[in-house]
């Protein structure tokens, strides 16, 4: 099975970085997921990592380190619109598994 | 494209009806996952099917849960009877591929309410 732990909630002030951490015990491991979901929403796919290292993709970027079993998102320029639940997300063979989310609040 | 689509948005019901959510989902995808939300065990997956065909559905927590596939463009998840307990918010998700590095597209989901 998976094990993901990643903080229940985060505040950061609008412009600035917030980083996300999220850790993992998996008995397989096809890759890492992060989902930002909106309140009310359907979550949405942020980034995916499989293999070790830092992707960016504008203002985030997710880093995995596979030997840890440990990724974060990091969250740049922050914004009101970022106010979100960030998932992290492992794949075992098929099965994606999701961790409880971390609830971001940007404040101006 | 429309991407994954779900009824209904929301369903009220009282305890002991049968519900049957429905989802359509992305042409082309091969992969459906049905999860549910709640605010004490977060996301959930109840069960997945590749190509139409089950292929685990040991997130299903009961007998009183069920879904199917009949074709490559249509699934169901029925609770029968329901129970107050039951009461969350259920997604469809489908993706292309089966090796495991796809992303998953979610459906706006259907908030169930079970008096």
């Known amino acids: ?32 997921f992060w989902y930002q979901q909106h309140a009310g929403e359907a979550p949405t796919f942020l980034s995916y990592n499989v293999l070790d290292g830092l992707e960016e993709k504008g203002r985030f970027s997710s880093f995995l380190s596979r030997s840890k079993g440990y990724s974060y998102l990091l969250l740049k320029e922050l914004q009101m619109k970022d106010s979100a639940s960030y998932l992290c997300a492992v794949r075992g063979d098929y099965k994606l598994s999701f961790g409880a989310g971390t609830t971001v609040t940007v404040r101006a | 494209d429309a991407g994954v689509i779900q009824s209904p948005r929301h369903e009220v019901t009282e305890m002991g009806q049968e519900v049957t959510l429905r989802c359509k989902p992305i042409s082309g995808h091969n992969s459906l996952f049905w999860y549910r939300q709640t605010m004490m065990r977060g996301l ?72």
Do not use: H, W
């Open chain 2, 44 to 115: 959930e997956l109840l069960i997945y099917f590749n190509n139409n065909v089950p292929i685990d559905d040991s997130g299903m927590p009961e007998d009183r849960f069920s879904a199917k596939m009949p074709n490559a463009s249509f699934s169901t998840l029925k609770i029968q009877p329901s129970e107050p307990r039951d009461s969350a918010v259920y997604f469809c998700a489908s993706s292309l591929g089966d090796r495991g590095r796809e992303k998953l597209f979610f459906g706006s989901g259907t908030q169930l309410s079970v008096l």
């Open chain 1, 1 to 32: 099975g998976q094990n993901i732990d990643q903080p229940t909630e985060m505040t950061a002030t609008e412009g600035a970085i917030v980083q996300i951490n999220c850790t993992y015990q998996t008995s397989g491991f096809n890759g890492l």
